[in-house]
């Protein structure tokens, strides 16, 4: 079975690797191991980018609105969010903004929406309203993150 007859490439995932039965974790069985940890400034700016440009068109095509210093801040201080905490927050921030343009629930019916606009300041409101597993759980995700 070791003849590999195609071309198939087999992925799998892993948060706790230290529980897999240890004929699974040989050689020959996984080629490599590789580790994703959690998002630094960089990779957590590409993903609001990317969650925030489902929402707000000022994010289409690379553009940010945001200035260096709001957006220092909102990256700062999502420090130990996964990508899936940050979707959450800039979905949550739709939101947000959304019934903040129409406080009366009287979206208009029919018409066309004014665009929407997600200021830095909503992303971080809605950051204090989640608590990130990294920290909710830090002394597990750190015993994860020190395994490999």
């Not at 957590?44 to 940010?64: M, Q, V």
């Not at 997600?118 to 309203?129: A, D, G």
Request: charged share 30%.
């Amino acid at each position: 079975m070791q003849e590999r007859t195609s071309d198939a490439i087999v992925i799998a995932s892993v948060n706790r690797m230290e529980w897999l039965p240890p004929e699974l974790t040989r050689a020959g069985r996984f080629d490599y191991i590789y580790k994703v940890d959690l998002p630094n400034h960089g990779e957590r700016n590409t993903i609001f980018n990317l969650h925030l440009a489902r929402f707000d068109e000022r994010f289409k095509n690379g553009s940010d609105p945001y200035t260096h210093e709001s957006r220092k801040e909102v990256i700062k201080r999502t420090q130990r969010c996964v990508g899936s905490e940050i979707q959450t927050i800039v979905e949550r921030a739709a939101a947000t903004t959304f019934y903040q343009m129409f406080p009366d629930e009287n979206a208009p019916i029919g018409s066309v929406l004014p665009p929407l606009e997600i200021s830095p300041e909503t992303l971080l409101e809605e950051r204090k309203q989640i608590k990130p597993l990294a920290i909710r759980e830090a002394d597990r995700v750190e015993s994860m993150r020190q395994y490999c």
